[in-house]
């Protein structure tokens, strides 16, 4: 089975940088996944990482080590449109995704 | 645009009745997953279907079904609704196994 851990809830000021961490316990790994969502709205994709190491794309990052079972997300220059849910999700078989973290960007 | 269709975009429905949900993946994608977000809840793994064969099963419950068709879109069938499966479903598509699942607008169902 998977058990995906990420916290709840996180607040972050406009400017700042913020980082979304992802725990995961799984019996076969092909992949880490990060999502955003919208209130209401689809999952879009933001990251994969597959090997260990750092991935940077624009404003975002994403790191993970396989050995620890662990990722992050990272956030910079965080604008208001930011404020969402970030989903990670971790593919064996399947694709399976934790409860989300809901990022607030406050002014 | 993710390129992933799904029909209808709302349902409302009464208690035990049963509906279907249908998805149309992207282009070129052999997989198709389906999943269940309750409201303020996380995505649900419902089924995953590649290439017409189911691959994997999550929570699904008994009175749910799903099939992938040669052309390879997938429908998801709720039967004897209860008020509780009132949730947005969303269905996924990808390549393969190693790649990243893109997602339709979801179909919201209301079940009154």
């Known amino acids: 089975g998977q058990n995906i851990d990420q916290p709840t809830e996180m607040t972050a000021t406009e400017g700042a940088i913020v980082q979304i961490n992802c725990t995961y316990q799984t019996s076969g790994f092909n992949g880490l996944f990060w999502y955003q969502q919208h209130a209401g709205e689809a999952p879009t994709f933001l990251s994969y990482n597959v090997l260990d190491g750092l991935e940077e794309k624009g404003r975002f990052s994403s790191f993970l080590s396989r050995s620890k079972g662990y990722s992050y997300l990272l956030l910079k220059e965080l604008q208001m449109k930011d404020s969402a849910s970030y989903l990670c999700a971790v593919r064996d078989v399947d694709m399976r995704f934790g409860a989300g973290t809901r990022l607030t960007v406050k002014p | 645009d993710s390129g992933v269709t799904q029909t209808p975009k709302h349902l409302i429905t009464a208690t035990g009745q049963r509906v279907t949900l249908r998805c149309s993946p992207r282009s070129g994608d052999l997989s198709v997953y389906w999943y269940q977000q309750s409201l303020d809840q996380g995505l649900q793994f419902l089924i995953q279907y590649y290439n017409g064969e189911e691959r994997a099963k999550g929570n699904i419950l008994e009175r749910f079904s799903a099939q992938q068709f040669p052309d390879l879109h997938s429908e998801l069938n709720l039967s004897s609704l209860e008020l509780g499966d009132s949730a947005l479903y969303f269905c996924?598509?990808?390549?393969?196994?190693?790649?990243?699942?893109?997602f339709g607008q979801g179909t919201r169902l209301t079940v009154v």
């Open positions: 996924a598509s990808g390549r393969g196994q190693s790649t990243e699942a893109f």
